[in-house]
């Protein structure tokens, strides 16, 4: 099994539905993070967390709300979906130790709005 | 300016070559450099990793780091068409309680066989 699984792995939707990514791992990981990727701008973070009582915004925040549920959950949040949030969205965990910090990704929410 | 600037390529080589790939960074107190690897429709993959300045070797892969200039490559000696993927560089801080992780655009790689 996957040790970061992402659902839905498609979605399309239209432009003000409110929709939720779901990011799942079994790493054990404290550290979650959810990024955006799309052609010519490359990997762009949108909200991480250090722990379940810790989020924090990331480079493009805007139009997006995150959950953390648990250790092993955290959630993206479209409130009102619009069509160029339409994008490869990643999920990624990581733990720290010492000053390395590795991540390792999800296989991708590939969404479109139309 | 972006922090990390990289070529997006597309690159394409022919299998056996050696290929160069590159990304220029902007400066900061202390950082690490990494080199994912994403094949199409997955989620990029840790290849390199180092946070030196010099060279780092892992089977056919070089990672090279010259602060001085604020460059760093990543190196395939003999390509395989099983190479072929976008490489994307990025760049590390931590600090008390802070994190920062930029990514470059990524450059895609084809090797022909």
């Known amino acids: 099994d996957a040790d970061v699984t992402q659902t839905p792995r498609n979605r399309i939707t239209k432009t003000g539905k409110r929709i939720m990514l779901e990011c799942s791992q079994t790493?054990?990981?404290?550290?979650m993070y959810w990024y955006r990727q799309d052609p010519g701008l490359g990997l762009r973070l949108i909200y991480y967390?250090?722990?379940?009582?810790?989020?924090n915004k990331g480079e493009i925040s805007d139009g997006y709300s995150v959950s953390r549920q648990a250790q092993a959950k955290f959630s993206l949040s479209l409130e009102s979906a619009i069509p160029n949030q339409t994008a490869l969205y990643f999920c990624?965990?990581?733990?720290?130790?010492?000053?390395?910090?590795?991540?390792?990704f999800g296989p991708g929410t590939r969404l479109l709005v139309l | 300016q972006k922090e990390v600037e990289q070529d997006p390529g597309p690159l394409s080589v022919p299998e056996g070559a050696i290929v160069s790939l590159n990304c220029t960074y902007s400066?900061?107190?202390?950082?690490?450099f990494m080199w994912y690897r994403q094949y199409s429709r997955k989620g990029p993959e840790l290849l390199m990793y180092?946070?030196?300045?010099g060279n780092k070797e892992d089977g056919r892969f070089t990672a090279q780091v010259d602060k001085s200039s604020k460059y760093i490559s990543l190196f395939i000696r003999d390509s395989q068409p099983s190479d072929s993927a976008t490489y994307l560089c990025?760049?590390?801080?931590?600090?008390?309680?802070?994190?920062?992780?930029?990514f470059g655009k990524g450059t895609k790689l084809s090797v022909i066989p």
């Open positions: 400066n900061s107190a202390f950082q690490y």
């Open positions: 790493k054990g990981h404290d550290r």
């Open positions: 990624a965990t990581s733990v720290a130790w010492d000053s390395q910090e590795t991540q390792y």
């Open positions: 180092t946070y030196s300045s």
């Open positions: 990025a760049k590390g801080e931590t600090g008390a309680g802070s994190y920062q992780l930029t």
């Open positions: 967390s250090f722990d379940v009582k810790d989020i």
